[in-house]
């Protein structure tokens, strides 16, 4: 596609259940980056994958959370047993090569933990 | 560790002034420094880095920033502000190692442009 898209792109849940986010990266994109932006918070990082590696998983906050990309492409973070402090938007982005390259981001997905 | 910090959670200037938005950085190793911004329920757009070469970086939207080793800052500045300006701003570093990179991001500058 012609930018990164996210889905869905907003999202209501009970706490507790586990919830699954979608990222589509810039097609040929090697760098795939997920944040979480949570207001007055900035941009938190959670995990940048180059290829289907995870060279860097530091920012995810705890073991509820896991992303996984296939085929150098597609990549899914789960949240399991969310929590009400999971709320916020959860923002991904690609990059042609490495972190070095200008990042494209999607609009984000919009977490709601009830 | 790699951070950056941007010690403004706002700022305000009046259209036609010149702005200028600040960004410190911690990383060891040579910095590559990222300028982004977001504008009212839109995605974060990339506005400029800095890799090597000329200090001073020019981007999009007639921004520009200067990269001070010295000082570790990369401030980004406008001539003559817009009230389209308004937005959140974001700096961003990350460095070359092992043959990938981070992106880490500041919390972020409120610019808000008044006519």
């Known amino acids: 596609g012609a930018g990164v898209s996210q889905s869905p792109s907003n999202k209501v849940t009970e706490k507790g259940k586990d919830v699954e986010l979608r990222c589509d990266p810039i097609s040929g994109h090697t760098a795939l980056y997920w944040y979480r932006q949570s207001l007055g918070q900035g941009l938190e990082f959670l995990i940048y994958?180059?290829?289907?590696?995870?060279?860097?998983k530091s920012g995810l906050p705890s073991d509820r959370f896991s992303a996984e990309r296939t085929g150098g492409s597609v990549s899914t973070l789960t949240i399991q047993r969310t929590q009400q402090e999971d709320s916020a938007v959860y923002l991904c982005a690609s990059s042609l090569l490495t972190g070095l390259d200008e990042a494209f981001f999607g609009q984000g997905t919009r977490l709601t933990v009830v | 560790a790699q951070s950056v910090a941007q010690p403004e959670d706002q700022v305000n200037v009046a259209e036609g002034n010149p702005l200028t938005v600040k960004c410190t950085y911690s990383v060891s190793g040579n910095p590559y420094l990222f300028w982004y911004v977001q504008y009212p329920n839109r995605g974060l757009q990339f506005l400029l880095k800095y890799i090597t070469g000329d200090n001073l970086v020019k981007g999009s939207y007639g921004f520009e920033a200067e990269f001070n080793k010295s000082q570790t800052s990369f401030h980004l500045k406008k001539p003559s502000a817009l009230v389209s300006d308004s937005a959140l701003y974001f700096c961003?570093?990350?460095?070359?190692?092992?043959?990938?990179?981070?992106?880490?991001f500041g919390k972020g500058t409120m610019l808000l442009v008044s006519p």
């Open positions: 961003a570093v990350s460095r070359n190692r092992a043959g990938y990179s981070t992106l880490t």
């Open positions: 994958f180059q290829g289907n590696s995870a060279p860097d």
